[in-house]
């Protein structure tokens, strides 16, 4: 085997990333998002940096909060945007779920508050955390896959969000029997959803 070592060394990280962070790259820059306050502080935060791996020595640069503070959120890349997908906000030992989403613009450095729900499905359906999301490219949508709602405990769901290249159609829902992490792998005859 031959290996390589790294252009660069990766700068030590703010001290509240975590696993319930959102984490995710685009165009050769690392953006982290949200988290608890602290290892032993659930509390979460807003704040998001990003890492210009295209440079030499990359460092952390602060950028833009997040319209909410939460954490347990799907993080997705698409059309050079951005997007946190629901999650969990915690404050004062008190936790809930986040019905909303937003959209992250890297080239205005702001966050915009997606709207669009349809009023044929009960919001609690959006309302959730540990969810799974991807883009599928082809169909233009992200998908929000499962996930848990305080209330109900794990759903069984998939919800379309449909982007454009500027903004937002609508949402939908379409029953589906798994919760969990996801992948979309397509082949030359359909799309699959890989759980």
Known sequence: NNYQSCEHSIPQAPKFFSAESGLITLNDVVYVCGGPQGKHDINTVARCYSLDLS????QWKRIADMAVHKKKFGFVAAQ????????EWCSSSTCGNHGNSHRYDPA???????????????LYHFEVNHLCSVYDDYYNKILVIG???????????????????QYIDHWGSTPR???????????????????
């Open 108 to 122: 205005t450095d702001t966050w915009t508050v997606l709207t669009g729900y349809s009023s044929n499905y009960e």
């Open 55 to 58: 440079i030499e020595a990359p």
């Open 80 to 87: 050079n945007q951005l997007y946190a997908m629901n999650g």
């Open 147 to 165: 996930g848990y709602h305080y209330r109900y405990g794990w759903v069984n769901h998939i919800s379309q969000f449909h982007v454009s290249a």
């Open 177 to 195: 029997p798994f919760w969990g992490g996801c992948a979309i792998v397509r082949n030359s005859k359909d799309m699959r959803i890989l759980i």
